[in-house]
């Protein structure tokens, strides 16, 4: 399930950031990176705390993956695409009536493309 962890510090500027994962619940202790959206430097988080489950994240949100251990993520083009397009995502998904209904949504646009 998607998971957010909210007014979290960011180990690149210092400030505080809602962080989300897209991926199986957000697990505490594993190693993260992200791109921090004030100085575009990619970092590193290890939650130490639980975080909540959501249907749309806060617009905003910092996107998380899960750490490849060679330094930057692996997926970094992909990651700042994702990380342009979410606001969007949330904006959408609030106005069809929730993420699930927007995967609906696509679904049925992808079996009428076929």
Request: net charge neutral.
């Given at each position: 399930m998607p998971s957010v962890l909210k007014h979290t510090a960011c180990t690149a500027c210092g400030h505080q950031h809602h962080f989300c994962y897209l991926g199986d619940d957000l697990t505490v202790g594993r190693e993260y990176e992200y791109l921090c959206p004030e100085t575009a430097k990619h970092a590193r988080l290890r939650p130490t705390a639980l975080a909540e489950i959501f249907r749309t994240p806060p617009q905003g949100a910092v996107m998380l993956t899960a750490s490849s251990g060679s330094g930057l993520p692996e997926s970094e083009p992909a990651q700042e695409r994702l990380?342009?397009?979410?606001?969007?995502?949330?904006?959408?998904?609030?106005k069809v009536g929730g993420l699930d209904q927007l995967t609906k949504v696509v679904e049925t646009l992808k079996e009428t493309t076929e």
């Open positions: 990380q342009k397009v979410l606001p969007e995502v949330s904006n959408l998904a609030a």
